[in-house]
């Protein structure tokens, strides 16, 4: 049976994510924000009562899932079909989201593109010892630069996932980008006054910090700020939790290299759809 979680769901929910804490960095850190209750598109499975998956559709149709009973596929498919905001983007570890896929495809969601995405994890001692004897820092973003902030986030939106949000809500896409920047979640590399280098500091639990948004504006890059940038938010982030991860297109072959340069190890896959919405709505 699927229904939706609330604030008494919340142990239960935190105990079956934390048995995969990398795996499911994002789904915890809003449990753990509190959400359970405030958000209808937390939903679970339960079978005879005892919790068994976990699925997130949110606001705008990002999609999450944590399964621990294959019986749970069909009707979280159905599920996330009947629900008034539809599938959008999904993402998550491959063993979990490709048999979800199969499950939620027959209902005519149509995708843009499928992708498979290697997640990186970095703690300090795979850091190059360039890297950690570097005393470079990165600042935390201003409300100043808000506007370079949402200028290079559309445009690595549009690169690196064929999508263009600030183009289906301009001020939604700026509200968000503004309240990130208030909480210390977007952080750059400045060359006399211009951003060089920036990245967002989104959800962590004890394990790791996620890391996404890495991006170097396009009259910069091929200098060096994009290795310069991320082995020094990736020392200070290491300062609070034990390790910093992210994930990125398996095809991106610069991005992987850059990477693996810095002490990023491949642990595990994810794999993301990015849906025709239209489609899946109908």
């Given at each position: 049976?699927v229904?939706?979680?609330?604030?008494?769901?919340?142990?239960?929910?935190?105990?079956l994510?934390r048995?995969?804490?990398?795996?499911?960095?994002?789904?915890?850190?809003?449990?753990?924000?509190g959400?359970?209750?405030?958000?209808?598109g937390?939903?679970g499975?339960?079978?005879q009562?005892?919790?068994?998956?976990?699925?997130?559709?949110?606001?705008?149709?990002e999609t999450?899932?944590?399964?621990h009973?294959p019986?749970?596929y069909?009707p979280?498919?159905?599920?996330?079909h009947?629900?008034?905001?539809?599938?959008?983007?999904?993402?998550?570890?491959?063993?979990?989201?490709t048999p979800?896929?199969?499950?939620y495809?027959?209902?005519?969601?149509?995708?843009?593109?499928?992708r498979?995405?290697p997640m990186?994890?970095?703690?300090?001692?795979?850091?190059?010892?360039a890297?950690?004897?570097?005393?470079?820092?990165?600042q935390?973003?201003?409300?100043v630069?808000?506007?370079?902030?949402v200028?290079?986030?559309?445009?690595?939106?549009?690169e690196d996932l064929?999508?263009d949000?600030?183009a289906?809500?301009?001020?939604?896409?700026?509200?968000?980008h503004?309240?990130d920047?208030?909480e210390?979640?977007?952080w750059?590399?400045?060359?006399?006054?211009?951003?060089?280098?920036e990245?967002?500091?989104?959800?962590?639990?004890e394990?790791?910090v996620?890391?996404?948004g890495?991006m170097?504006p396009?009259?910069?890059r091929?200098?060096?700020?994009a290795?310069?940038?991320?082995?020094?938010?990736v020392?200070?982030l290491?300062?609070?939790r034990?390790?910093?991860?992210?994930?990125?297109?398996?095809?991106?072959?610069?991005?992987r290299?850059v990477?693996?340069?810095?002490?990023?190890?491949n642990?595990?896959?994810?794999?993301?759809w990015l849906?025709?919405?239209?489609?899946?709505?109908?």
């Amino acid at each position: 049976m699927v229904c939706g979680l609330g604030v008494s769901d919340t142990i239960e929910t935190l105990l079956l994510l934390r048995v995969r804490p990398l795996h499911n960095v994002f789904l915890e850190y809003l449990v753990r924000a509190g959400v359970l209750g405030r958000m209808a598109g937390f939903m679970g499975y339960r079978n005879q009562r005892r919790l068994e998956a976990v699925l997130l559709i949110g606001p705008l149709g990002e999609t999450a899932l944590e399964v621990h009973n294959p019986d749970a596929y069909a009707p979280l498919a159905k599920a996330a079909h009947q629900f008034p905001v539809r599938p959008r983007h999904i993402v998550g570890p491959e063993d979990i989201t490709t048999p979800f896929w199969k499950a939620y495809a027959p209902y005519g969601a149509r995708p843009r593109w499928e992708r498979r995405e290697p997640m990186y994890v970095v703690s300090a001692r795979d850091l190059p010892d360039a890297s950690r004897n570097s005393s470079e820092r990165l600042q935390p973003a201003t409300e100043v630069d808000l506007a370079e902030v949402v200028e290079n986030s559309a445009l690595q939106h549009r690169e690196d996932l064929k999508d263009d949000p600030f183009a289906l809500d301009p001020e939604g896409f700026r509200a968000r980008h503004l309240n990130d920047i208030r909480e210390q979640r977007w952080w750059v590399l400045r060359e006399r006054g211009r951003i060089v280098f920036e990245v967002h500091v989104g959800a962590e639990n004890e394990r790791t910090v996620q890391i996404g948004g890495v991006m170097t504006p396009p009259d910069f890059r091929n200098r060096g700020y994009a290795s310069r940038g991320l082995a020094a938010i990736v020392r200070q982030l290491l300062e609070r939790r034990p390790a910093v991860s992210l994930f990125c297109d398996e095809a991106n072959l610069a991005a992987r290299h850059v990477y693996q340069k810095l002490g990023f190890r491949n642990l595990f896959f994810y794999r993301s759809w990015l849906l025709d919405q239209g489609a899946a709505s109908e």
